[in-house]
């Protein structure tokens, strides 16, 4: 497997892993309001972030073509502070280690060529085996700055924070 940047023509692959909306709110949270997504809205939301050096769309793929997408952003201005977010790996592949592996190298690619000193990322606790995941790869339970519960589908998820130190 292998990582590199995020191309327009990848939305279609992506946004048909989104198999229904619970899934697709644990994904993206309230960052897009509707469901279903199609590619175009996937491309239009990242269009916004193009001339952005903070923003970061990567996708994972095999020798089989696309597996996993995810996203990198840097949080402060002296870009030492990485957050992940939007993690997906096609649900063809799920529980055979493919998120796994993208998340190890989207951790050395963020360590080794951003240069990130801590990378972030938020997950709800409702979302059991994309925690196990982060946590295999090293990610640790960290103290939120303010609690993050969301509404839901009428149910408050609270979102989990972790974090991972070089």
């Given at each position: 497997m292998r990582l590199r940047p995020y191309k327009a023509c990848d939305a279609k692959e992506i946004?048909?892993?989104?198999?229904?909306?619970r899934d697709f709110r644990k994904w993206c949270a309230d960052r897009y309001e509707a469901y279903p997504i199609s590619a175009e809205d996937m491309n239009e939301h990242y269009n916004r972030f193009a001339f952005d050096d903070s923003f970061y769309q990567m996708t994972a793929f095999d020798e089989n073509g696309i597996v996993g997408h995810m996203i990198m952003r840097f949080t402060d201005e002296k870009k030492s502070m990485l957050r992940f977010g939007f993690v997906i790996v096609d649900n063809k592949r799920r529980g055979m280690g493919v998120g796994r592996q993208m998340m190890e190298l989207a951790v050395r690619y963020a360590f080794d060529?951003?240069?990130?000193?801590?990378?972030?990322?938020?997950?709800?606790?409702?979302?059991?085996?994309?925690?196990k995941c982060y946590k295999a790869v090293g990610f640790r339970d960290a103290a939120p700055e303010e609690e993050g519960i969301y509404q839901i589908f009428g149910e408050q998820w609270k979102c989990l924070e972790l974090e991972l130190l070089p």
């Open positions: 946004v048909s892993w989104i198999g229904n909306e060529i951003l240069k990130a000193e801590k990378i972030t990322l938020g997950v709800f606790e409702n979302n059991i085996p994309a925690y």
